[in-house]
């Protein structure tokens, strides 16, 4: 079975700092993807990235980073600077290649950004 | 079209009534995802399609809920004799493949009354 933990349920962080959203997944399969989503106040889950379990290279778009490590079954997202439009809650989610493309999902943690 | 349009955005309705919810996928892609949010479940999967097909269904809670696909593009969820722990946001979303990246409609927020 596969399961997707996030630990932190809430982060409160003031505008320009930066924040680690931590990501752990579990899986047996070694053909997988894994997917971080932001989800604003309105509502709609917005797609930020998909990553392949043979990729470990980190990535870095703006102000978002990403740190895949397969030792630690983590992929962790970063927000440098972070913003008060960043105030949302973000998922990390898991799909492994058999299986069709469904998300398996963490629980979220939402990120609140003040300034 | 130009994203994933769910309808209707709300949705209230007497327990015991059937409910259908519709979902327009991005043009062109194959893929199709049923998801339910609720405070106390958080994002749970429902069912899927490629094309017109729903390999895995393993998701439904139960045999009231059911869903099609025709013509490889609108899909709809239908809910027979709605009760109170049917209310959550059902989210659709649609990839162009399976295990390439799924884009999300606004949901569909029920409140069974």
């Known amino acids: ?115 | 079209g130009a994203g994933v349009s769910q309808s209707p955005s709300n949705k209230v309705t007497e327990k015991g009534k059937d409910v259908e919810l519709r979902c327009d996928p991005i043009s062109g892609h194959t893929a199709l995802y049923w998801y339910r949010q609720s405070l106390g479940q958080g994002l749970e999967f429902l069912i899927y399609f490629q094309g017109n097909s729903a390999p895995d269904k393993s998701g439904l809670p139960s045999d009231r809920f059911s869903a099609e696909r025709t013509g490889g593009s609108v899909s709809t969820l239908t809910i027979q004799r709605t009760q109170q722990e049917d209310s959550a946001v059902y989210l659709c979303a649609s990839s162009l493949r399976i295990n390439t990246e799924a884009f999300f409609g606004q949901g569909t927020r029920l409140t069974v009354v």
């Open chain 1, 1 to 115: 079975a596969q399961k997707v933990t996030q630990a932190q349920t809430e982060i409160s962080v003031v505008e320009k700092e930066d924040v680690t959203l931590d990501c752990v997944y579990e899986t047996r399969d070694t053909t997988y993807y894994l997917f971080w989503y932001k989800q604003p106040p309105s509502g709609e889950l917005v797609f930020l990235i998909r990553r392949n379990s043979f990729d470990e290279q980190n990535e870095i778009s703006g102000r978002y980073s990403w740190n895949f490590q397969k030792s630690t079954s983590s992929f962790n997202f970063t927000i440098t600077a972070s913003q008060v439009v960043d105030s949302a809650v973000y998922f990390c989610a898991l799909t492994v290649y058999n299986q069709g493309g469904k998300l398996i999902f963490g629980q979220g943690t939402e990120l609140s950004v003040k300034p």
